[in-house]
């Protein structure tokens, strides 16, 4: 009587764990389609179906880095490494104190508060795009990557305070009077104390915010030009208006990834922990 539940389970349990495997392997087809791409050449790459057993060539990558064209896509991604890394120590610098305030210590009204963060996301970019350029323009911060590093940090921080209210509203409440009793001040609670129990929680933060200023592309584009581009915008001008050169514009959209691919692995276990951090009870 007991053996026929138990089976049920195992087979439910089997068929969502194929089903995991299917939609893991259905979004990583496209992204291993566009590295094998980036290996073939501009006529194997437009073949309809694609070649699949094509010659591999490096000739999309020595286009990318400019053996060709002498075009370098170094300054660019310094651009994109610049504007994402400080914007997401910005980040982290303002958002924990911010959550902390939010969540152990809460102020009056918090709820408001975090809903109005939450409304700044609410308004689309492209809104806000015009506004920008004025006030860019007017301070003559135009194709400088400073204020890129001001918008990602503006555009961040929301997210990274309601990630943070919620990771750090799981840390022990006893731990915190016990370090008040000690004498602690802010600065050493929140340096010695809090970081260490929510470093899951900040890594998850950290690679988020990250992410979303990596990839950014609407401002990058508007509000830069020759000196502060980055590295999306490196990556439009592949597209001429001779075509569309596919081998190319994939071994260049593979090269670009590869910083935020290397940081997703490097904080893999924290990313997990952090992002689970409070599920289960």
């Excluded at 539940?5 to 087809?29: D, E, I, N, V, Y």
């Excluded at 060709?68 to 997401?88: M, R, Y």
């Excluded at 009793?181 to 340096?191: K, M, R, S, V």
């Excluded at 929510?198 to 690679?207: D, E, K, R, S, V």
Aim: charged share 10%; glycine share 6%; hydrophobic share 55%.
């Amino acid at each position: 009587m007991n053996g026929a539940p138990h089976k049920r389970q195992r087979r439910t349990g089997s068929l969502l764990g194929l089903a995991a495997w299917l939609c893991g392997l259905l979004f990583f087809l496209p992204v291993a389609w566009m590295v094998l791409t980036s290996f073939h050449s501009e006529t194997d790459a437009a073949t309809n179906p694609p070649s699949l057993g094509a010659p591999l060539t490096l000739h999309g990558y020595r286009e990318f880095f400019g053996a060709e064209s002498g075009a370098s896509p170094w300054p660019p991604l310094i651009n994109s490494v610049t504007a994402s890394v400080v914007s997401t120590l910005l980040v982290l610098l303002v958002s924990v104190p911010a959550a902390y305030a939010l969540s152990i210590k809460p102020v009056r009204k918090w709820r408001d508060v975090l809903f109005f963060f939450l409304s700044t996301k609410m308004l689309p970019l492209v809104a806000g795009l015009l506004p920008v350029y004025l006030v860019a323009q007017h301070t003559h911060l135009l194709d400088n990557i400073w204020l890129l590093v001001i918008l990602y940090t503006s555009m961040n921080l929301p997210i990274a305070v309601w990630m943070m209210r919620s990771f750090l509203a799981e840390i022990p409440v006893e731990i915190l009077e016990a370090a008040e009793i000690d004498g602690a001040g802010l600065t050493t609670t929140l340096t010695r104390i809090v970081a260490p129990v929510a470093l899951p929680g900040i890594a998850a933060t950290a690679l988020i915010a990250f992410i979303f200023s990596w990839n950014e592309l609407l401002f990058a584009r508007v509000l830069t030009g020759v000196v502060a581009g980055t590295a999306p915008v490196f990556l439009t001008g592949f597209v001429t208006s001779q075509g569309l050169f596919l081998a190319k514009v994939c071994a260049a959209a593979t090269v670009i990834s590869l910083p935020v691919i290397a940081a997703g692995f490097a904080a893999q276990d924290k990313l997990v922990q952090g992002l689970s951090l409070g599920a289960v009870k």
